[in-house]
Every structure is written in structure tokens, then in C-alpha cells.
């Protein structure tokens, strides 16, 4: 890891993917405060989630072509600009007009939009800078960028939020992804990928299609492991600060507490999963991470205080993301880097339409019947992602294509 990290253009990229982070976070407890505290609905929550998300699955078709086709790293720099003004706009508007869900919606799939098209290049960037022996590397270290600011935008930003208001949180919101823009420009960095040439999207895309249809196993495990993703980014971000203010009755401290535990264990596991890996192998270390994944996340709300969630949060959060940093080092060596953003593309409209049900099905569920059943949905998802390894596992084409 050290060796990446002497990557002038990494390091840079690595520091700004964290400010940027940090930056989501901020956002993300302060809208989600702003609407249950104005609203008292978890389903209205769980609509804004979703139009948060449809953006990316509206334009998820071309983005993978855009990300393949353009400088990466000024690509990251312009959606770091794009979210800092739609922020800035949102702060003046909440300032002068106040609170309304007729705002809101607008700003959400706007902010939407920005985050869909940051993520899937950040990867591809990633993949563009080091070498294919760093690839394990790299992703311990992305997903440790994504953790740390995970952790650091939903604890600090959930005691912003409690002590000053949501408002304050969104002014440092805005100054993250200012900052995040500010790092990653300064990065050398001189695009290496030659995909350039003029053609369509439908042959673009057919690229991607072609290629998931040759590795059946790719698109297997992309279609089921995608759901560990779908239960972070869809259900529990409804349901985390649900738990929270009507359970614990802690409010958004107690959701930074528990967010900031789950971006803790996500932490570590940044650390702990190369040994863990080198000890068991990649097929045991899934099926244990999504197994211990799954119950945590079950039994995270049937807990006595918050802080005994907090701890379950933590296991979550330590095997859902050593899960993931397994998945896209799988991704990333099957996955040839010229067509990586439209075979991204293709999971990506999968993921969104998967998230955007997954929100507005956890808020239905949580308002229509309790938080405990609302948990048992999100659950679900880890053992569906459990049953997909377990099926490539036993049916010889996929595990020879994706375990060599």
C-alpha cells in the first residue's frame, strides 16, 4: 500500500476522493434530518432517496461511454464544481425561502446526478493509475478513502447537524467539495486509455453487452453481490436515522454514531482483509462476510442502547466492505480497463433501479409497520448476495471464471 501511496497523482486523487466523501456525508445527514424532522415520514424520505438516484439510472447508459472516452481526472474535477454550486444554490434557497419537499426534490436529483457519474470514475481512474499486481492494493485503499470519509461525514457531520443545525452542515458540505476539486487538479496525471474514437452509443454499448455475455459468471456475481451495495445505499439509508430517532430516540448524533461505526469496521477491514484473504481464500472470506453482514444488520435494532447498534454497525460495516474490496479486485482483473465504465454502466442501471425500489420499499415498510421489519427487508438483501456466491460456487463455469 505504502508503494501506491508514493504515487504522487494517488495520493493527491486519494485525499480529495476523502474530502468529497466527507463532503457526501455532511449532505447526507442533513437532508435526511431536514425531512423527517419537517415531515415525519420515512416514506418521504425514502422518495427522496429514490429521486436521488434516478439521475444516474437516466443517464446511466452514456455515462460509462463519457467516462470511458474523456480525461478522467477533469472529469472528477467539473462534478466536484457541479455538486459544490447545486449545494450552494440549495444553502441560499433554504436561507431565503425555507424548508419545502417541492425544493428539495430538484436539488436531490441534481446532487443525484453529480455522485453518479463521481463514483464509477473514480474507479476507472483508479484502475487507469496502477499497475495490475497493485489492483488489491488499490481497492483496499479507495475503499479505505470511502471509509474514512464515511466515517468522518456522518460522525462529525451528525453532531453538526445536532448541536448547529443542518444548515451548517451543508456550508461544510460545500467547502469539501471545493477542497476535493482543489487536490485532485493539482494531481499529474496524463490519460493512458486511446478509446476515443467516434463511434455510436449502441456499439459502445454493444461492447459491454458482448463482453457480460462471454462471462456469464461476471454478470452473475455483479447482479447478486450488487445487492450488499443496494442494502447500505437504498434501504438503510432510510432506515440507519429512522433507528435513531425512534428506537434509541437519539436523533442525528445517535445516526452519526452509527454511521460512524460502519464506516469504522469498513475501516479496518481496509487492513484486515488481505490477511484474512491469504488465510481462507476469497470464496470463504464472502461467504463469511456476508453471513456475519446479514445478521448484524438484522439484529442491529433489537439491541438494548444505541451503542450496542453502534457495535453491530461496526461488524457490518467491517465484513460488507471487505466484501467489496474483493468484488472490484475481482472486477478489476476480469475487466479489461478499456471497456471497464460501460460494463460498469450496465450494473450501474441495475444498481439504481435496484436502490431506487429498495428505498422507497424500506420507507413504505418502516412507516406502514416498524423499523424491526424495515431491518429484516435490508437484511434480506445480504442473504441474497449470500446465495449468489454460493451458486457460483457450486456450478463449475463461474467459479473457474471468476476464482482462478
Not at 333 to 348: A, D, K, L, S
Request: with cysteine.
Amino acid at each position: 500500500m505504502l508503494k501506491i501511496l508514493s504515487n504522487r497523482t494517488f495520493l493527491l486523487f486519494f485525499i480529495g476522493n476523502i474530502i468529497s466523501l466527507i463532503g457526501f456525508g455532511f449532505n447526507l445527514i442533513a437532508v435526511s434530518w431536514l425531512v423527517l424532522e419537517e415531515t415525519n415520514s420515512e416514506f418521504a424520505l425514502g422518495k427522496i432517496m429514490a429521486v436521488a438516484t434516478m439521475p444516474g439510472l437516466l443517464l446511466a447508459l452514456i455515462a460509462g461511454i463519457i467516462i470511458d472516452k474523456v480525461n478522467r481526472k477533469w472529469l472528477l474535477v467539473n462534478l466536484d464544481i457541479f455538486r459544490l454550486v447545486v449545494v450552494s444554490v440549495f444553502i441560499y434557497l433554504l436561507n431565503t425561502d425555507g424548508f419545502s419537499l417541492s425544493i428539495l426534490y430538484p436539488v436531490a436529483m441534481l446532487m443525484g446526478l453529480g455522485n453518479s457519474l463521481f463514483w464509477p470514475t473514480a474507479q476507472a481512474f483508479v484502475q487507469e493509475l496502477v499497475d495490475d499486481e497493485d489492483y488489491f492494493s488499490a481497492n483496499a485503499l479507495l475503499s479505505a478513502s470511502y471509509q474514512v470519509g464515511s466515517l468522518l461525514g456522518a460522525g462529525v457531520g451528525g453532531f453538526i447537524v445536532h448541536f448547529y443545525g443542518p444548515i451548517s452542515a451543508l456550508y461544510f458540505n460545500a467547502l469539501a467539495y471545493f477542497v476535493s476539486g482543489v487536490f485532485i487538479a493539482l494531481a499529474p496525471f496524463t490519460s493512458k486509455h486511446s478509446d476515443k474514437d467516434s463511434e455510436g452509443i449502441l456499439i459502445a454499448l454493444s461492447k459491454g453487452f458482448i463482453f457480460l455475455k462471454d462471462k456469464t459468471g461476471v454478470l452473475f456475481l455483479g447482479l447478486t453481490t450488487i445487492l450488499s451495495d443496494i442494502a447500505i445505499w437504498g434501504a438503510l439509508s432510510v432506515l440507519t436515522i429512522t433507528i435513531s430517532k425512534e428506537i434509541f430516540l437519539k436523533g442525528s448524533w445517535g445516526y452519526g454514531l452509527m454511521d460512524g461505526m460502519y464506516g469504522f469496521g469498513a475501516l479496518l477491514s481496509t487492513v484486515a482483509i488481505a490477511k484474512t484473504v491469504a488465510i481462507i481464500g476469497r470464496k470463504k472470506a464472502l461467504l463469511l462476510c456476508y453471513s456475519v453482514a446479514g445478521i448484524c444488520c438484522f439484529i442491529s435494532p433489537l439491541t438494548s442502547t444505541i451503542y450496542l447498534a453502534g457495535v453491530a454497525y461496526f461488524f457490518m460495516g467491517l465484513h460488507n466492505n471487505a466484501a467489496r474490496i474483493i468484488i472490484r479486485t475481482l472486477f478489476m482483473e476480469i475487466i479489461p480497463n478499456r471497456i471497464m465504465g460501460r460494463v460498469q454502466t450496465i450494473f450501474g442501471v441495475y444498481t439504481r433501479i435496484m436502490m431506487l425500489s429498495s428505498a422507497l420499499m424500506a420507507g413504505y415498510i418502516t412507516e406502514q409497520y416498524d423499523p424491526f421489519t424495515g431491518m429484516g427487508f435490508a437484511s434480506a438483501h445480504y442473504a441474497l448476495a449470500l446465495i449468489g456466491i454460493i451458486i457460483i460456487i457450486k456450478i463449475h463455469k463461474f467459479k473457474n471464471e471468476i476464482f482462478k
